[in-house]
């Protein structure tokens, strides 16, 4: 990746699972795209790692990429595995949990 820190190159093919390792017994994080419009996070969570419930006051689109997750929506809890995504609501509250090793790509719309 080139440029500052959160800015993708354009015109370059990027393979999303590469972009990110797994680290034991924790969640890591690359910021992707960040802008007023919104953010483009690259997530993986070791098995068993979570963000506990919170909430948002944007809408954010989870794409699970690899593994399975359980995320929890205004407390229904829904299995969300590789090439599957769900739509987390502004403002209801939302949990993440890995049910194994996994990778997501994590889209903030602010709009």
Same mark, same amino acid.
């Given at each position: 990746m080139t440029g500052e820190a959160g800015t993708l190159? $354009? $015109?370059e093919v990027m393979c999303l699972v590469d972009m990110v390792d797994y680290?034991? *017994?924790a969640i890591v994080s690359r910021t992707l795209v960040k802008n007023p419009a *919104?953010? %483009?996070t690259l997530f993986s969570f070791d098995k068993g790692q979570a963000l506990s419930e919170h909430s948002a006051p944007f809408d954010a689109l %989870?794409? %699970?990429l690899d593994g399975e997750a359980e995320i929890t929506i205004a407390g229904k809890s829904t299995r969300v595995k590789a090439g599957e995504m769900i739509l987390m609501p502004a403002n209801v509250p939302h949990a993440v949990k890995a049910a194994e090793r996994f990778r997501m790509l994590l889209t903030m719309i602010r709009g």
């Amino acid at each position: 990746m080139t440029g500052e820190a959160g800015t993708l190159p $354009s $015109s370059e093919v990027m393979c999303l699972v590469d972009m990110v390792d797994y680290a034991d *017994g924790a969640i890591v994080s690359r910021t992707l795209v960040k802008n007023p419009a *919104g953010t %483009v996070t690259l997530f993986s969570f070791d098995k068993g790692q979570a963000l506990s419930e919170h909430s948002a006051p944007f809408d954010a689109l %989870v794409h %699970v990429l690899d593994g399975e997750a359980e995320i929890t929506i205004a407390g229904k809890s829904t299995r969300v595995k590789a090439g599957e995504m769900i739509l987390m609501p502004a403002n209801v509250p939302h949990a993440v949990k890995a049910a194994e090793r996994f990778r997501m790509l994590l889209t903030m719309i602010r709009g």
